[in-house]
């Protein structure tokens, strides 16, 4: 089943043409890689999914991205963002307690049952495999973990609100290598359940953990295959040189 | 290498100097407040009514119109400073309109406070006709620390982090919500510094509250807030210049209990101020 559809999606900011005639399509409970230098695009991409770009005065986009066949300028904003989950590059907690960062989302819909907040708390963190270590410290202030329970945290943060798509960041580009191997285990499992955008520096990363991946370039998509595909047989030679490390 | 040396220290000792320059003055100054007024310290003259013109008696009146006239400043200016800054800084378009409008504000801060004085007297006791009472005097002095609020607010909500609005609203909150529960808790401190500020500021100008509020002699408490009202500013000018043969001590003392007043308001914001820091957890 197809999740997203991206149709002739081109992006300015002022006079930056940042993205250029994307057309792909996202398909449901899968984890797409999207992998690129710098400033080729692929963040632009992710933050157009769940329209965050949509904060900078200068961003403008022709084309169209649906969900599930639903233009998503024509679904309410914060109902999408709801449904599209992100998780940032650098572990970002909000300034509260453990508890309190979870709930958020959840909070911001209005629920207040104590005991629904709960539970929704307990079910979030055990499926980012944090509960076990923070169970005990609820209240502490959420600064308080390592980087890589922060980052985990983040991840709970977003399952609170029960998304249907998750967008990843570069979510390990902070993270040591024993953090990252946790927090990709956390995303193979949580495929099952949740379509998964990431974006990622990390070359071998794409490689371990997508089904699929897309390679940007200065704002063009130049390839999108099965991941098998592109690490051994890539169609352009730009994807060859860049899984190679050739340049980039 | 020695040379080097030899102007790092000649630039460490001018540095030092300056400050010196500075802490000296305001040290001295406070020292001889302190000690030709608190021997006039006492609780007749802080509960007592001024009595034979001002040269005997307390400024129990002046203590308190100045409470009023402060009180009510602040309860005008701040949740207009706090909403205009909110404006400014999250939702106004990033447009020539608003940055004439952000650096006009900046400017009023400057506008020397006579001028708001008269601006007081013309608007509230002239055209809304509110007379000179405490009502016109707290909106004169309110409208003068209202640029300062504004402008230490916006710098306040602007410093929050710009991730932390792109976390909340990517979980699926409103710009409202995520103003509401994740930048202002955060900008609390920096509010509060701008309210101290004002707060200073409206309890010690003598010019905006001249025409608009001050009594010259008025020995009992304002009954509404359209009544007359003394205030330490203005006392402590009219025993010093307008009245002759006021004791020093009298003079000193109501100094004195000014400064106290200002430095208490400021000593419980800044308490309030550090609980709130206390809580920022990033």
């Known amino acids: ?70 233009d998503i300028r024509g679904i309410d ?49 055990r499926q980012a495999y944090l509960w076990e270590e923070v169970k005990g410290r609820m209240d502490e202030s959420a600064f308080k973990l390592s980087g890589g329970q922060q980052q985990r945290l983040c991840i709970a943060r977003t399952l609170a609100v029960d998304p249907e798509v998750i967008l990843f960041d570069e979510p390990c580009s902070g993270l040591d290598p024993i953090s990252t191997a946790k927090v990709e285990d956390a995303m193979v499992k949580l495929k099952e359940k949740y379509t998964i955008v990431l974006v990622t520096n990390n070359v071998k990363q794409a490689a371990r953990v997508g089904d699929r991946t897309a390679f940007f370039l200065s704002g063009e998509l130049i390839e999108i295959d099965a991941t098998d595909k592109i690490f051994t047989a890539p169609q352009d030679k730009r994807t060859d040189g860049y899984i190679r490390g050739r340049f980039g | ?146 640029p300062v609020i504004i402008t230490t607010s916006r710098e306040a909500l602007e410093s929050v982090p710009q991730s932390f609005r792109e976390v909340s609203l990517s979980l699926g909150a409103s710009k409202w919500q995520t103003i509401r529960h994740i930048v202002l808790p955060n900008a609390i401190p920096g509010i509060l510094t701008g309210t101290i500020l004002g707060l200073g500021r409206a309890a010690g100008e003598t010019a905006p509250i001249l025409f608009t509020v001050a009594a010259f002699y008025l020995p009992r408490l304002p009954k509404s807030v359209f009544d007359q009202a003394m205030a330490l500013p203005y006392h402590l000018y009219v025993i010093s210049t307008q009245v002759p043969n006021v004791d020093e001590k009298i003079r000193y003392g ?25 809580k920022k957890k990033w």
């Open chain 2, 1 to 146: 290498m020695k040379n080097s040396y030899k102007n790092q220290n000649i630039a460490f000792f001018l540095l030092f100097l300056s400050t010196l320059l500075i802490v000296v003055p305001v040290g001295l100054i406070v020292l001889v407040i302190i000690q030709k007024g608190l021997p006039a310290i006492n609780w007749q003259f802080l509960s007592d009514m001024p009595r034979q013109g001002m040269r005997a008696g307390g400024i129990f009146p002046a203590i308190i119109g100045t409470v009023y006239l402060v009180v009510g400043a602040i309860m005008f200016a701040l949740p207009i400073g706090l909403l205009s800054a909110i404006y400014l800084s999250e939702y106004s378009k990033d447009d020539l309109l608003t940055r004439l409008i952000k650096l006009a504000i900046v400017n009023l801060a400057g506008v020397p406070s006579v001028v708001y004085g008269l601006f007081g007297l013309a608007l509230f006791v002239v055209f809304f006709k509110f007379g000179v009472s405490i009502l016109s005097g707290s909106l004169t002095l309110g409208i003068m620390i209202l």
């Open chain 1, 77 to 125: 904003i914060e109902e999408l963002r709801r449904k599209i989950g992100m998780v940032f590059a650098l572990p970002l907690p909000l300034p509260l307690s453990i508890f309190e960062n979870v709930v958020y989302g959840v909070r911001m819909q209005g629920e207040r049952n104590r005991k629904k907040l709960e539970e929704k708390t307990e079910q979030a963190l």
């Open chain 2, 254 to 278: 109501t100094a004195f209990v000014l400064l106290t007043l200002v430095l208490f308001m400021n000593l419980v914001a800044i308490i309030i101020r550090y609980k709130f820091r206390k």
């Open chain 1, 1 to 70: 089943m197809v999740k997203f559809e991206v149709h002739d999606l081109n992006i300015w900011f002022s006079s930056i043409h940042a993205l250029k005639q994307v057309n792909l399509e996202i398909r449901s409970n899968e984890i797409l890689s999207v992998i690129g230098p710098a400033n080729s695009g692929k963040t632009t991409f992710l933050r157009t999914l769940n329209r965050l770009n949509d904060l900078n005065a200068a961003f403008k986009m022709t084309g169209a991205v649906e969900l599930e066949r639903k």
